[in-house]
Nanobody, 114 residues
């Protein structure tokens, strides 16, 4: 059972930056896809970004050009978030797809406000 733990959330003013990290409890094959999902207050969860085998990335239109997803060769995945907007306020979840299994972290809160 893989455990995922997010960190790096917090409060930031509009236009600011944050970097989220996701640490897996064991080494993750780069063949597995990992990603970030977020849920804003009163809204459904929505896709943010993913990174698949070979390092291919995909982003939601709402974050394209502002967010960058990356991972290392072991247990870590990151989400660099720049030019943050109030509408980016949400709980951000780390997600791992491994064959038929689907793992989630507990989430980290990101609040963008002045």
């Amino acid at each position: 059972q893989v455990q995922l733990v997010e960190s790096g959330g917090g409060w930031v003013q509009p236009g600011g930056s944050l970097t989220l990290a996701c640490a897996a409890s064991e080494s993750i094959s780069r063949a597995n896809t990992m990603g970030w999902i977020r849920q804003a207050p009163g809204k459904e969860r929505e896709f943010v970004a993913l990174i698949s085998s070979g390092g291919r990335t995909n982003y939601a239109d709402s974050v394209k050009g502002r967010f960058t997803i990356s991972r290392d060769n072991n247990r870590m995945m990151y989400l660099q978030m720049n030019s943050l907007k109030p509408e980016d306020t949400a709980v951000y979840y780390c997600r791992l797809w491994s064959g038929p299994l689907d793992y989630w972290g507990q989430g980290t809160q990101v609040t963008v406000s002045s």
